[in-house]
C-alpha cells in the first residue's frame, strides 16, 4: 500500500514519532512517501496520485491550537486532492499534559476531526519513551494499517 506520511515537528519529539511510525510500515511491506512539512514547499512534495492512506503527525501550538506549517499541508492536501480526501486519514501528535488537557495534543484532536478520521488519535507526551511508548506506535500503526487493508479491499 502507498501511505503519505507528513508531519511538523519543533523540537523533534513528532519526528521521532513519525519515524517509529515510518519504520513499523516498511517493515510490514508498505511504500511510505514521507514529508516534513517544515522542510519546503509542500504542495511540490506532495504526490501526484492520491496515497491508499495518509498519516499526519503533529505538535501542538498554544493553547491546543494546529501549528501555522501543518496548515498550510492541510491546504496543500485539499488544494491537490478535494475535500473530502479520497484516502483515509489517520492522525498521531505529540504534546505536554503540563499545559493543561484541554489543550494536550490539541492540533491531532482539531486534524482528526477535521478530516473525519475513522481512527483513534494516537497521542504521545512529549517524545516517545521506552518500550512502553514503542508499543503503543506500533499497535496503533498495526490497527491503522489493518483497518485501511480491510477497507480498500471490500
Known sequence: MHILLAFASLSGNTREVAMLVRGRCEALGHR??????????????LPADPPALCLLGSWTDNA???????????AALRDRFGLPLPFPAAVFGTGETQWGEEYYCGAARRLARFFHSPYPVLEIEQMPHGAADTHAIHHWTDAVLATTETSTTC
Open 32 to 45: 511510505v512517501a514521507w514529508l516534513d512539512v517544515d522542510a519546503g514547499d509542500i504542495a511540490l512534495a
Open 64 to 74: 491546543g491550537r494546529t501549528p501555522a506549517e501543518m496548515k498550510d499541508c492541510v
